[in-house]
């Protein structure tokens, strides 16, 4: 399966604060707030969504299609993307614009404060998907993250009028967008991704309730933080996968976008649900791991042995099959092999 991967890439400017926000805040001051954190860590890391996005997949052997705009400051990214199994000839440089920024701030508790600059981004509506098709020589679906809101809706509706499926990933990108177009970017998705508080967004956006949302789309995938993911279709039963236990969390920015990343890659090579929402929440652990977005290294061992910890023998059994056609497969292990079950007995 051709995945195309629309969205941002950025520069992300990770900072940490020793404490906890909500202790900063005072209910009778709201209306005249004004917040400042004496932070102890700065990280400047590769980032943007659907860099991330295509950067775990990528990983685990997709190639997939990334499409975006960046700045004339972007260079190392995008070679560093294509090092990793990335097709970048689809990024549109735009000469005298920086590359999109995100600023996060980020508690003890994990809570996050971020501000994201668009920079270059407002040009990708600029980008014609069917360009991108014939390039490629046809995608069999494409991904609409969050990115410049009129680049949102013009893919869209280029997926509508060409017939490509799609998946939506608004994230919070809806503020301010009317009404009919968030109903846009939503109807007909075949996946539809959003973590909590994105998905009562989307409610309050659409108008709809969640079941008007769940009728209108294919399958929902609802991260739900620490307990995991809920997988739901209309008119059948939801599953919860829950999320790997005992991880230790350095940072949870792009945890999301390696869900997703594990999740499409999956699917992509026909795993179920419940197998591809098992490996975006092993995919998601690493990144949870990793300080920087782009910058844990998926192995079959670490893969494999999470999921048989998390969800048991059968599950690792639906998984080998992806696993086994991921290049990280490539790489021998002592006493295992990479077809059938015997993933299993990885550790």
């Known amino acids: 399966m051709r995945i195309a991967v629309t969205g941002t890439i950025a520069t992300d400017h990770l900072m940490y604060f020793p ?3 909500a202790d ?10 004004s917040l400042s954190f004496l932070v102890d860590r700065l990280e400047m890391r590769r980032g943007g969504g659907a860099a991330n996005i295509a950067y775990g997949m990528g990983r685990l052997g997709l ?8 700045g004339t400051d972007c260079a190392d990214h995008q070679i560093w993307l294509k090092q990793h199994g990335v097709d970048i000839d689809s990024v ?3 000469p005298g614009e920086p590359t999109a920024r995100f600023v996060c701030t980020t508690d003890v508790d994990h809570h996050r404060i971020g501000a994201f600059y668009p920079g270059a981004m407002r040009a990708a509506c600029t980008i014609s998907l069917q360009g991108v098709v014939e390039r490629v020589g046809g995608v069999d679906l ?14 869209t509706e280029e997926c509508r009028t060409s017939g490509l499926p799609f998946a939506a990933d608004p994230s919070r990108r809806t503020a301010g967008m009317n009404r009919q177009d968030v109903q846009f970017l939503l109807d007909g998705a075949r996946y539809l991704f959003a973590n909590e508080y ?10 709809w309730s969640a079941l008007r949302i769940l009728e209108r789309v294919g399958v929902r995938f609802t991260t739900l933080g620490a307990a995991g993911v809920l997988v739901e279709r209309a008119g059948q039963e939801p599953l919860v996968v829950p999320a790997i236990p005992d991880v230790s969390a350095a940072d949870p920015t792009g945890a999301g976008d390696a869900l997703r990343a594990g999740v499409l890659s999956a699917l992509a090579r026909g795993a179920s649900l419940r197998t591809a929402a098992q490996l975006g929440c ?16 998926p192995s079959v061992r670490s893969l494999a042995g999470r999921i048989r910890g998390a969800y048991g023998e059968e599950a690792l059994a639906a998984a080998a099959p992806v696993l086994a056609g991921s290049p990280l497969a490539r790489t021998p292990l002592t006493g295992t092999s990479l077809t ?4 299993a007995g990885t550790s």
Not at 63 to 70: G, H
Not at 282 to 291: G, I, P, Q, W
């Open 24 to 33: 900063q805040l005072l209910p009778d001051r709201l209306h005249a707030l």
């Open 198 to 207: 994105e998905a009562a967004l989307l409610q309050e956006s659409t108008g």
């Open 19 to 21: 404490g906890r926000f």
């Open 142 to 155: 494409v991904m609409i993250s969050p990115n410049d809101p009129a680049a949102m809706l013009r893919h």
């Open 282 to 297: 092993a995919l998601a652990s690493l990144a949870l791991e990793s300080v920087g977005t782009q910058e844990y290294a």
């Open 340 to 343: 059938g079950t015997s993933l």
């Open 92 to 94: 549109l440089t735009v």
């Open 63 to 70: 190639t997939p299609t990334l499409v975006a705009a960046v």
